[in-house]
């Protein structure tokens, strides 16, 4: 094969790569999946260290903290049920160092906080707000 007759596969292929193909059944999409991180706006918390948890409340809002440190102990318990009868793995996996990232999977262990030190991961508000939740509302009337 001739230099020209080279140069000429390259051009045609540059060409036909750089051209759209349009399918009869519309257009694929990753919906922004796969740049997806892990580590960014998920509900879940990941990984296996120990969700640290608190609350604050109102003197009026009813329950005791007892019964509230109770209630959210209970709350994870209901979660991590739900996980084992549904076969949610909640131990991720390690990867293997190219294609298949490393999944941290789902924390389920949890401790509530005598008190809300800034150190917490979780915070529940019951019956009171504060500078940041009033922020945040404003978005959701």
Not at 25 to 47: P, R, T
Request: net charge negative.
């Amino acid at each position: 094969m001739n230099f020209r007759n080279l140069t000429i596969i390259i051009a045609a292929m540059g060409f036909a790569a750089s051209v759209p193909v349009f399918g009869s059944n519309g257009s694929e999409s990753g919906g922004g999946a796969d740049d997806y991180q892990m580590d960014h706006d998920g509900a879940w918390f990941l990984g296996a260290r120990t969700i640290r948890t608190c609350f604050v409340m109102s003197s009026d809002f009813g329950p005791t903290p007892e019964a509230v440190t109770e209630s959210i102990q209970r709350s994870f318990q209901v979660w991590r049920d739900y996980f084992t009868e549904k076969g949610v793995s909640i131990g991720g996996n390690e990867g293997d160092g190219g294609f298949v990232p490393a999944i941290p999977g789902l924390s389920t262990k949890m401790t509530v906080l005598p008190s809300c030190d800034g150190s917490e991961d979780l915070k529940f508000y019951l019956g009171v707000e504060d500078d940041l939740v009033r922020q945040y509302r404003i978005l959701f009337r």
